[in-house]
């Protein structure tokens, strides 16, 4: 997700300087490039035990590729763009959007598979979210509208949108059935499996809560 989020990033960069976006949006690709790809290393420094040497020896140069291209291309398309050919700048923004789509919809893949919204913050869900509508409102408070941009930032925007309609489906209405009937204290039964008291079972400090916690909780209560 966050590697295919920081190269979003370099033709986003590149769609959003040629097209002379405000200083903003052209800032805002670059930052989440930088971003992407600091919290992409993390994984391979917390999870892989990596030294800090070795992941900023891998970060390090991918980063300075990236940087190159989007540099390159800056001023490549813009003198296409002085000799009449556009279709270049038309094909930036579809890769953004394209990448930027594909992060999000790795998270759809796990959902349909799980069938629960799991090993992503809601809270995460929400701010990139607001990121995507206040770039899209910058877009369109531009002197003229562009209508690639406003396609960039509405495609993720609605999937991130779908993510928490999902959450509500999958995480939110089994939470409000179980506390419901929990204050009854009554039981219920999963698909014809045996009934298990709720009041046993361990409770959630939230209810949009992901399960990298929970399922751990609930293999300990299963195991118990």
């Known amino acids: 997700m966050m590697m295919l989020w920081a190269w979003a ?30 919290t992409w290393i993390q994984v391979y420094y917390y999870e892989r035990r990596w030294s800090v040497k070795r992941s900023l020896a891998v970060v390090g140069p991918i980063a300075i590729l990236m940087a190159g291209i989007e540099v390159g291309l800056v001023f490549a398309l813009r003198t296409g763009v002085g000799r009449g050919t556009t279709w270049p700048v038309t094909l930036m923004a579809v890769l953004a959007a ?32 607001l990121g995507d509508l206040t770039s899209l409102l910058s877009v369109l408070f531009q002197p003229s509208i562009d209508i690639l941009g406003i396609v960039i930032y509405s495609v993720e925007l609605i999937l991130w949108i779908g993510i928490f309609a999902c959450g509500g489906y999958f995480n939110l209405r089994p939470w409000i059935r179980s506390h419901l009937l929990a204050t009854r204290g009554e ?38």
């Not at 805002?28 to 971003?35: D, E, I, R, V, Y």
């Not at 999963?190 to 009041?199: E, F, K, P, Q, R």
């Not at 409770?203 to 118990?224: C, H, K």
């Open 9 to 38: 990033g370099v033709p986003l960069g590149v769609y959003n300087i040629v097209s002379n976006f405000n200083i903003a949006l052209q800032i805002q690709p670059q930052l989440l490039t930088s971003l992407s790809l600091a």
């Open 98 to 129: 394209l990448f930027l789509a594909l992060g999000v919809l790795r998270h759809y893949l796990d959902i349909y598979i799980h069938r629960t919204v799991r090993g992503i913050s809601f809270i995460f869900c929400g701010i990139d979210a």
């Open 187 to 224: 039981t219920q039964d999963d698909a014809g499996n045996a009934s298990v008291a709720l009041h046993d079972l361990p409770s959630s400090t939230s209810v949009f809560r992901t399960p990298s916690g929970e399922l751990r909780e609930r293999a300990a209560f299963a195991n118990s």
